[in-house]
């Protein structure tokens, strides 16, 4: 039995069922939503064979009216949305409008916010659009416009020896990452979320430039998340698990392009013992081709298995074959790769699970990846931490006697490279000495928001009345250890560390069509930038308040 909160929070919430004739999504990293709807799965409201691994997640019932009346069923929730048109086999509806807006005042925090850039000083994101269907024919137009004031912070510091600024650039040669960019106010104009796509039952064809999602975690995935910017891609997906005789299935594969950010790492004329240290990125964009399959197995309701695979170049380095537009179906074992390393590409790969238990209104998840070929199944045996990463996490609602809930969750990733560095060669994740723009997007991670080397432990709680929420939450963030120890090991000094300690309180709530959120959180950064100050004894510390807040008419 479905709750009259529920109800009331799922008459906005487009549906999620496992049948499918609509195609409209629900972007990553919705308000309120996307994690609302996670929660009713944990309550028993929402159907176990969905799997919240794959996003955006999809609306798959077409809006007829302009009310919001309810429909559920054993086999998920449908709502109708704001229409504008609607006859026949055509249908033109609103899309959300919506504002996010976020604020730093010493340097750039966050991440998980698609379009905006780490910047310091005001910020906003701007979002509406149309959405329409013809027949099988669906188009989604959801452009963004973002400002950012973009004010001037403390960046790596040009005192240090060009000893430090040589491990500094070997990150820098082998990724785009711009700790600012560029000077002044930024303002870009995108695409945003918006789609042409071929529907037929439950399979979806077209391009996109939506952002992505891959695994369950929260905070961070190490394949696909929302932290840069959607890049515009092909997509041959499913929007609802495919049933079959073993279970339910979900997937999608993508083949699309990464653009840079064109901005120049700082002092290009640093040198190292009469060598420059700057190397000049390839002019070109790079092709990306992905896939994630998922799969319930009949035999276990709640348990979600999946696998996520992606390769990346230079545009120029791609061949015109089968293994040079769909690498993702190449050998998974190094010895089985013929001449790999010629390709100049680099592969992430991932394993990951999800268990749902709506008797006990819990969720435990994980997902281990691997940023290298294995070289076979011997060496993964050997040594299965090479080139690893991995993410925990579990989330638990807890009924009150007051008919209020609280939540508590919980995630840990870890990006750094293993101590099987010292008898092998690897690279750190996200980063290439090949493809030297790394796995980015206009200059930001399309990974772990985290970036390359970093770490972070996150705790939070919850008080949920209906869809309405207050919490907190405490984060402990490690940036880029794999620069650290090859910057500072030789100096034994074990206090360099840039670690960033984080409190967050947030606040979640609904109004009639309008969707509320607030976040205001203080972060301590020790040694920031990794500075210390070896003459007094003392770290180099910096205090950001950073704030944030959104709000969605839908």
Do not use: C
């Not at 909160?5 to 919430?13: D, G, K, P, V």
């Not at 990733?413 to 030297?436: C, D, F, I, K, N």
């Amino acid at each position: 039995m479905i709750s009259s909160t529920a109800r009331a929070f799922l008459s906005s919430l487009f549906f999620i069922v496992s049948t499918a004739s609509y195609a409209q999504t629900l972007p990553v990293g919705t308000p309120l939503l996307e994690e609302s709807a996670r929660l009713h799965q944990l309550r028993g409201e929402l159907n176990e064979n969905i799997s919240f691994l794959i996003r955006p997640l999809y609306s798959t019932g077409a809006p007829v009216s302009d009310s919001l009346a309810l429909t559920a069923d054993s086999s998920g929730l449908s709502v109708n949305q704001k229409v504008l048109y609607t006859k026949s086999r055509v249908a033109i509806s609103l899309l959300p409008l919506t504002l996010k807006q976020q604020y730093n005042s010493h340097h750039p925090f966050g991440w998980n916010d698609g379009a905006m850039i780490p910047a310091r000083g005001y910020q906003n994101l701007l979002s509406a659009g149309l959405y329409t269907k013809v027949g099988p024919l669906s188009i989604q137009l959801q452009p963004e416009l973002v400002f950012a004031q973009n004010s001037a912070f403390i960046t790596f510091p040009t005192s240090l020896d060009d000893n430090i600024w040589k491990s500094y650039y070997k990150v820098l040669n082998r990724i785009d990452a711009p700790e600012r960019f560029a000077e002044g106010t930024y303002s870009k104009l995108l695409p945003g979320q918006s789609s042409v796509r071929f529907n037929y039952k439950k399979l979806s064809l077209g391009v996109s430039t939506e952002n992505l999602w891959w695994g369950p975690g929260v905070r961070n995935s190490l394949v696909m998340s929302n932290t840069a910017a959607g890049f515009a891609h092909f997509t041959f997906n499913t929007t609802a698990p495919v049933k079959t005789k073993i279970g339910s299935f979900e997937w999608q594969v993508v083949g699309g392009f990464l653009k840079g950010s064109d901005i120049l790492p700082p002092d290009t004329a640093r040198t190292y013992q009469g060598q420059k240290l700057y190397t000049p990125k390839p002019d070109g964009d790079r092709y990306l081709n992905g896939m994630v399959v998922t799969w319930n197995p009949k035999w276990t309701p709640g348990l979600h298995l999946g696998v996520s695979r992606v390769f990346y170049q230079y545009s120029h380095n791609v061949t015109s074959d089968l293994n040079g537009y769909l690498p993702i179906v190449s050998a998974l074992f190094k010895s089985n790769a013929k001449k790999e390393d010629e390709f100049g590409r680099d592969q992430l790969i991932s394993l990951f699970a999800r268990m749902v238990l709506p008797e006990s209104r819990a969720e435990f998840y994980f997902e281990y990846g691997r940023n290298d070929h294995a070289q076979n199944i011997r060496d993964f045996i050997l040594e299965p931490e090479h080139a690893r990463a991995y993410l925990i996490g579990i989330k638990k609602l807890f009924p009150t006697a007051t008919g209020r809930e609280v939540e508590l969750f919980g995630e840990i990733t870890h990006l750094p490279s293993p101590p099987t560095q010292s008898v092998r060669a690897l690279e750190g994740w996200y980063t290439h000495y090949q493809v030297m723009h790394g796995y980015t997007h206009k200059g930001q991670m399309l990974g772990a928001g985290i970036g390359p080397g970093g770490s972070s432990q996150t705790i939070g709680l919850n008080w949920i009345k209906g869809e309405n929420r207050f919490g907190g939450v405490i984060e402990r963030t490690v940036h880029n250890n794999d620069f650290y120890y090859d910057a500072f090991a030789s100096q034994q000094n074990y206090e360099r560390h840039w670690v960033d300690l984080s409190f967050s309180l947030n606040k979640s709530w609904m109004k009639k069509r309008l969707i509320y959120s607030a976040n205001l959180g203080l972060v301590r950064s020790f040694n920031y930038k990794w500075q210390y100050n070896t003459i007094a004894d003392d770290e180099v510390n910096a205090t950001n308040v950073h704030a944030a807040f959104s709000v969605s008419f839908l």
